[in-house]
């Protein structure tokens, strides 16, 4: 949403950089390997997150939300050009009324991938389609036809709604010439009333091998679709579209090819909720540019329990809200992704307005067939090797595996399966429900969901608790919800797992119903905040099954002050489990919970709690 693994990994990175030795036979190879050694093109240049974008006054371009990325084709230019959606430079960067400057779409150079400079805006002023307060986000950037075409968004039109247009030019770094037209139109949304205007954003642009181009777009209102693009880069065929991503879930597509399939990229949750941005990034793959794209378990990305495997959310450091990428390959044949994320310690252009997300960069690895960020240890946030940016340079990158959470042996005195007479005396209710609405059934916790809730100022939901060991420790459930596989609307039921310190300040990882979606998200609460700062935030998982297995694994967190990491893992089969996000809390001895809410009419079966020790 815009403002509104070490085996296999070492096997490749030699093979890489082997490939780069001369050319010699064998008797010379074996005559001189103990006096000759290879060059050495490998970088020692480092860097570290987020991206410098430098300006000619000496300020920097802090913010470069929906960044997208190319390396000239022009003769002698070997730079590599960088593009940002439509926002300010900086806190300074006000007019004379001391109101912040929307740059439309600022442009930058670099010839190594690290350093960067600010070399201008796209427009000078909006193409005279575009209404005059509307924004030019997520740029697109494209070398077609022997040009360069620059395809973004205008937030809306004269004509009414969303659209993606698209400026060409000679060179990436303009000047630029607008088609004058939309290359996907305003429109209503598929299946859907079509006076309505969806929500026609965030374009991508593939070629597959019949050398036919394709345009994605779209987001949460209305979904992704996949269009044929004319041979002219100019316009998109209506006709030939179809849907490739569900409505209320994806948005900020980003398609790649890797070993015989298209992988779609797709970014879920809030883009822009200051310190508790939970956008993340998921994947499905198909082996069509027009899908369907499913996920690492089989799940479609159009299934209404909505697929999508994790390709990078927040890994418990200071990133937040990691999203909206452009992947690119270095001259070493390094996969990378240029991404925008927000600083939880400086989020805001002013306070609780504006979002500053700042331009990262990370190494994209390939795991089991599955693109993940830095092998799975997701953003950084210290010094990195750097790309190969130019030609016969190979990266320092070696992937390295995360550690894993290894869960030890279960701790009896805080499990239950929830198989007695009457709940352990152990269990406490905060707000008890009425008499109906929960018990013992047949080895299972029954609740019906409640039409109340748990969310800032209302805290009126019921909240079964018992105490948490102390230390680190991981608490999984097995849940049952008789939500209905498809349909809308019901907003938002829900139940699941709460790590409670009260009831303005916990986690929070269930099953819910959003309109025609059922997605397992992972909150976070907490209060007080600065004047102007959110209290929620949410990201989400991989998709819920009619059965669903959920962990929150708690630990201390390494960084002094800052209290715990809390990270979320989901299973449909309970042996199979995806990891998600990390949310960092300062919740102490809290307690472990379970919650039924949201809206009245369905019924959550809790069948286990168990508690393990970490190792």
């Given at each position: ?6 085996h ?10 082997r ?5 010699l ?81 600022s ?6 991938l ?70 996907v ?19 991508e ?13 779209g ?28 409505d ?53 990305l ?8 994790p ?8 990133w ?78 070696v ?41 013992l ?44 596989d ?19 300040n ?46 929150i ?16 893992y ?46």
């Open positions: 949403m815009h403002q509104t693994k070490h296999y990994f070492s096997k490749q990175r030699s093979l890489r950089a490939a780069a030795w001369p050319m036979g064998l008797v010379g190879l074996l005559s001189a390997c103990d006096t000759i050694k290879p060059p050495d093109k490998t970088l020692k240049l480092t860097y570290s997150n987020p991206l410098t974008i430098s300006k000619p006054d000496g300020s920097k371009v802090e913010s470069c939300a929906d960044p997208s990325i190319i390396q000239s084709r022009a003769p002698g230019d070997t730079n590599w050009y960088l593009y940002c959606t439509t926002d300010p430079h900086n806190t300074a960067d006000v007019d004379a009324n001391n109101n912040l400057n929307f740059h439309l779409i442009m930058a150079k670099s010839a190594d690290v350093k960067w400079t600010y070399i201008g805006d796209a427009f000078a002023t909006k193409p005279g389609w575009v209404k005059d307060d509307a924004g030019l986000w997520a740029p697109d950037i494209e070398y077609l036809n022997g040009k360069y075409y620059l395809y973004y968004t205008a937030s809306d039109t004269k004509a009414g709604g969303s659209a993606i247009g698209v400026a060409t030019s000679n060179s990436p770094a303009g000047p630029w010439t607008d088609s004058g037209t939309p290359a139109e305003p429109q209503g949304p598929p299946g859907g009333n079509p006076n309505d205007r969806r929500w026609v954003f965030d374009s642009v593939i070629t597959d091998d019949a050398g036919q181009s394709w345009l994605y777009y987001s949460y209102f209305g979904g992704i679709s996949v269009r044929q693009l004319s041979a002219d880069g100019l316009k998109t065929d209506a006709a030939t579209q179809k849907e490739v991503a569900l209320n879930r994806y948005e900020g597509a980003q398609v790649v090819r890797h070993g015989g399939f298209y992988y779609l990229m797709a970014s879920a949750a809030n883009c822009c909720n200051g310190p508790l941005t939970g956008y993340s990034i998921f994947a499905g793959r198909s082996t069509s540019p027009t899908g369907p794209f499913v996920d690492k378990e089989g799940v479609s159009l299934d209404p329990r909505v697929g999508g495997t390709v990078i959310s927040m890994n418990g450091n200071r937040v809200g990691p999203g909206h990428n452009a992947v690119f390959t270095d001259a070493g044949g390094q996969d990378w992704t240029v991404y925008h994320a927000l600083d939880m310690n400086d989020p805001y252009f002013t306070p609780g307005g504006v979002n500053k997300r700042p331009v990262l960069l990370d190494p994209l690895d390939w795991v089991d067939g599955w693109p993940t960020v830095r092998a799975g240890n997701w953003a950084s946030d210290g010094v990195m090797p750097a790309p190969a940016a130019q030609a016969g340079q190979l990266s320092a990158y992937p390295s595996a995360p550690k894993p959470d290894v869960l030890g042996g279960t701790i009896s005195a805080f499990n239950d399966d929830f198989s007695g007479p009457a709940l352990d005396p152990r269990w406490t209710w905060v707000r008890p429900p009425a008499a109906a609405e929960a018990g059934e047949n080895g299972a916790l029954r609740f019906s969901t409640q039409n109340a809730d748990l969310f800032e100022n209302n805290n009126s939901a019921s909240v079964l608790t018992e105490n948490a060991p102390t230390g680190d420790y991981a608490v999984e459930i097995k849940l049952q919800s008789d939500l209905p498809e349909g809308c609307c019901f907003n938002y039921a829900q139940g699941g797992l709460l790590i409670y310190g009260d009831d303005d916990f986690v929070k990882l269930g099953v819910v119903s959003i309109w025609n979606t059922r997605q397992i998200e992972f909150a976070k609460e907490q209060n007080p905040v600065a004047d102007k700062f959110p209290r929620y935030g949410n990201t989400v998982l991989s998709a819920p099954g009619r059965e669903t297995w959920l962990r694994v708690r630990r201390a967190s390494a960084t002094a002050g800052a209290g715990e990491t809390y990270t979320a989901s299973s449909r089969d309970g042996t199979s489990w995806t990891k998600g996000g990390t949310w960092t809390h300062k919740l102490g001895q809290a307690k472990i919970g379970l919650f039924s809410m949201g809206g009245s009419g369905f019924t959550n079966r809790f069948d286990s709690v168990r508690v393990y020790s970490l190792k």
